[in-house]
């Protein structure tokens, strides 16, 4: 499990020193994301969804990410209400910096070199692109007097690449259908690369920033990182052992679910609306960097 994580640190570090030399600039990372995003993630996703027990993943693992990450964001909104007071967007912003985990990006690598399989990706990846997204957008919306496009957010995770694989691989787990050679290779090459190139690009990612800025949401920064990096993983850990019974491994993996960093969805989502979106890019960025530490004492904690 250590030796797993200082992996896949290791490779992101690669990332860095390369962007920090000016091996490779901003548009390699641009390039690795959009063909992770499009291209080798959703190849890696349906064959592991494809060869697992979806019945159980979704059995527990999706409404155990869907009541932690409630908890993590409804446990921001009260403390912004509280002693933040900031207007609705702004906390529907930080509340989703608290809860909603980069699964696709980092995710998959995380628990494929972690804990041997990346299938507790996909529950959270539907929870958070079927209910979070849509829920999160509409407040969001709301709030800041836009038109709300209900076909938009009916039809807009049917349309993530992410979605559209996972959905593919639980019909072939659930019928048991076998993919025939010719086609299993192609996919299963593809998802070869989405792991190293992921960790490339997100080593890339962490190069030229500089957070907690004074008099921007610096305050609302550091408490939406503490509840996604060791609020959420406690929550989830509680949740797991003693509502859902979870023990050993299945455990374990949730946890780490929990403790992913935040995901970069929430600085897109937060664009359009122009509202909290430097909290939103500090908090990923923070999540980011604090996260390996946080997986660590995870893994520590509880391999």
Same mark, same amino acid.
């Given at each position: 499990?250590?030796?797993?994580?200082?992996?896949?640190?290791?490779?992101?570090?690669?990332?860095?020193?390369?962007?920090?030399?000016?091996?490779?600039?901003?548009?390699?990372?641009?390039?690795?994301?959009?063909?992770?995003?499009?291209?080798?993630?959703?190849?890696?996703?349906?064959?592991?969804?494809?060869?697992?027990?979806?019945?159980?993943?979704?059995?527990?693992?999706?409404?155990?990410?869907?009541?932690?990450?409630? =908890?993590?964001? #409804? @446990?921001?909104?009260? +403390?912004?209400?509280?002693? $933040?007071?900031?207007? *609705?967007?702004?906390? &529907?912003? !930080?509340?989703?910096?608290?809860?909603?985990?980069?699964?696709?990006?980092?995710?998959?690598?995380?628990?494929?070199?972690?804990?041997?399989?990346?299938?507790?990706? =996909?529950?959270? #990846? @539907?929870?958070?692109? +079927?209910?979070?997204?849509? $829920?999160?957008?509409? *407040?969001?919306?709301? &709030?800041? !007097?836009?038109?709300?496009?209900?076909?938009?957010?009916?039809?807009?995770?049917?349309?993530?690449?992410?979605?559209?694989?996972?959905?593919?691989?639980?019909?072939? =787990?659930?019928?048991?259908?076998?993919?025939?050679?010719?086609?299993?290779?192609?996919?299963?090459?593809?998802?070869?690369? &989405?792991?190293?190139?992921?960790?490339?690009?997100?080593?890339?990612?962490?190069?030229?920033?500089?957070?907690?800025?004074?008099?921007?949401?610096?305050?609302?920064?550091?408490? =939406?990182?503490?509840?996604?990096?060791?609020?959420?993983?406690?929550?989830?850990?509680?949740?797991?052992?003693?509502?859902?019974?979870?023990?050993?491994?299945?455990?374990?993996?949730?946890?780490?679910?929990?403790?992913?960093?935040?995901?970069?969805?929430?600085?897109?989502?937060?664009?359009?609306?122009?509202?909290?979106?430097?909290?939103?890019?500090?908090?990923?960025?923070?999540?980011?960097?604090?996260?390996?530490?946080?997986?660590?004492?995870?893994?520590?904690?509880?391999?």
């Amino acid at each position: 499990m250590v030796s797993g994580i200082l992996i896949v640190s290791a490779v992101i570090a690669v990332g860095y020193c390369a962007a920090r030399m000016r091996i490779l600039g901003p548009e390699v990372q641009g390039a690795l994301t959009r063909t992770a995003f499009y291209v080798t993630n959703p190849a890696l996703l349906f064959t592991v969804v494809a060869g697992s027990d979806i019945r159980a993943a979704l059995g527990t693992d999706a409404p155990l990410a869907l009541l932690s990450a409630a =908890a993590a964001g #409804l @446990l921001y909104c009260l +403390l912004s209400f509280l002693f $933040f007071r900031r207007p *609705v967007a702004e906390t &529907a912003v !930080g509340a989703m910096a608290s809860s909603y985990a980069n699964a696709n990006n980092i995710g998959i690598p995380v628990s494929l070199y972690a804990v041997g399989t990346a299938q507790h990706v =996909a529950p959270v #990846l @539907l929870v958070q692109i +079927l209910v979070m997204a849509p $829920f999160y957008l509409t *407040v969001l919306g709301l &709030a800041s !007097g836009a038109r709300i496009s209900w076909k938009r957010l009916l039809v807009q995770p049917f349309a993530n690449p992410m979605i559209i694989a996972s959905g593919l691989g639980a019909a072939v =787990a659930l019928t048991g259908w076998t993919v025939p050679d010719l086609l299993a290779r192609p996919i299963d090459m593809l998802a070869g690369g &989405a792991v190293p190139m992921v960790l490339l690009a997100f080593g890339l990612s962490l190069a030229g920033k500089a957070p907690l800025q004074k008099d921007d949401g610096r305050t609302e920064t550091i408490v =939406a990182t503490l509840l996604k990096v060791a609020g959420m993983p406690l929550i989830v850990w509680v949740l797991g052992r003693f509502v859902f019974g979870l023990e050993g491994q299945h455990l374990l993996a949730c946890v780490i679910m929990g403790a992913l960093p935040t995901a970069q969805n929430v600085f897109l989502f937060a664009s359009p609306y122009g509202r909290g979106m430097t909290v939103a890019r500090d908090v990923i960025l923070c999540t980011t960097v604090l996260s390996v530490g946080a997986l660590l004492v995870v893994a520590w904690l509880l391999a």
